[in-house]
């Protein structure tokens, strides 16, 4: 295994809290990326910085827009040492993270959501439309391919958006990021694959990622499904035997099913 960069943090930014815990972040001026630790609830570390590596591994193998994540140790203080991930600001200069909860809480109307995941997925795509001019289908299409293979249960509101060039007012589509709810690292305890991949829950327009998958009427322009997701994607992480086992076996199985959809 490759050895882990040690690194100490930079400016504190807000907590984000969730129901597995708080999730530390900092901002590094001098590198000009950002820092990420792993959840801790209750004492209990969990180990979604290695889920959001992967994640980004097997993105950049599809040809996927991803943020890459790089696996470190955070030094908290001279007691506690954190495993967590940094990444590059995906941000150019004077351009700023719009995320799509706050351009629906900026939006001079107030958004009636459907019931359907099909009227919803509509629904948002009008919204980029309307609010930045930008047609969001490709995007979208990429964002629910890429969650139903790593089976990522967080795409909230705030893990999607636009990105705005303050000087120009001009908008373009972020990379794809925060894939650490995936996998199946988030759990409790761990279930075996296929009951793993029977109950985990899709976000954002339902809580089936098959349901969300079957609003992908085309593979997306750029994508490339390999013929297998290489060992490498697990290169140099403190991951166990079953660990890794367990992840193979779920991407295999989603690979699968996307070659069998898009066939």
């Known amino acids: 295994m490759n050895e882990i960069l040690e690194i100490t943090p930079g400016i504190p930014l807000m907590l984000s809290s969730t129901s597995k815990g708080d999730a530390m972040k900092w901002y590094q001026p001098e590198t000009n990326c950002y820092l990420k630790a792993n959840r801790v609830d209750h004492g209990r570390e969990y180990q979604d910085a290695i889920a959001e590596v992967i994640a980004s591994r097997v993105g950049e193998l599809l040809h996927i827009l991803v943020v890459q994540y790089q696996l470190c140790h955070i030094r908290i203080d001279d007691e506690k040492l954190l495993l967590g991930t940094i990444s590059h600001n995906f941000c150019y200069k004077n351009e700023s993270?719009?995320?799509?909860?706050?351009m629906v809480e900026s939006?001079?109307?107030?958004?009636?959501?459907?019931?359907?995941?099909?009227?919803?997925?509509?629904?948002?795509?009008?919204?980029?439309?309307?609010?930045?001019?930008?047609?969001?289908?490709?995007?979208?299409?990429?964002?629910?391919?890429?969650?139903?293979?790593?089976?990522?249960?967080?795409?909230?509101?705030?893990?999607?958006?636009?990105?705005?060039?303050?000087?120009?007012?001009?908008?373009?589509?972020p990379p794809l990021f925060d894939s650490g709810y995936a996998l199946g690292f988030m759990q409790a305890e761990h279930r075996p694959v296929e009951?793993?991949?029977?109950?985990?829950?899709?976000?954002?327009?339902?809580?089936?990622?098959?349901?969300?998958?079957?609003?992908?009427?085309q593979l997306p322009s750029g994508i490339v499904l390999p013929d297998s997701i290489p060992d490498t994607v697990f290169d140099g992480l403190p991951l166990s035997a079953r660990?890794?086992?367990?992840?193979?076996?779920?991407?295999?199985?989603r690979l699968q099913q996307l070659k069998e959809y898009f066939a």
């Open 97 to 102: 993270f719009i995320s799509f909860e706050a």
């Open 107 to 173: 939006s001079d109307e107030p958004i009636q959501w459907a019931v359907s995941a099909k009227e919803n997925y509509a629904l948002v795509i009008d919204l980029f439309r309307t609010l930045t001019g930008l047609d969001a289908r490709d995007y979208l299409n990429t964002m629910l391919l890429f969650d139903f293979l790593i089976c990522n249960e967080d795409r909230h509101l705030n893990n999607f958006g636009v990105l705005k060039d303050e000087t120009d007012g001009s908008y373009r589509f």
């Open 195 to 217: 009951q793993y991949l029977y109950s985990c829950k899709a976000k954002p327009f339902s809580t089936s990622f098959s349901k969300q998958l079957h609003l992908v009427n």
């Open 243 to 253: 660990m890794l086992d367990y992840c193979r076996t779920i991407l295999q199985i």
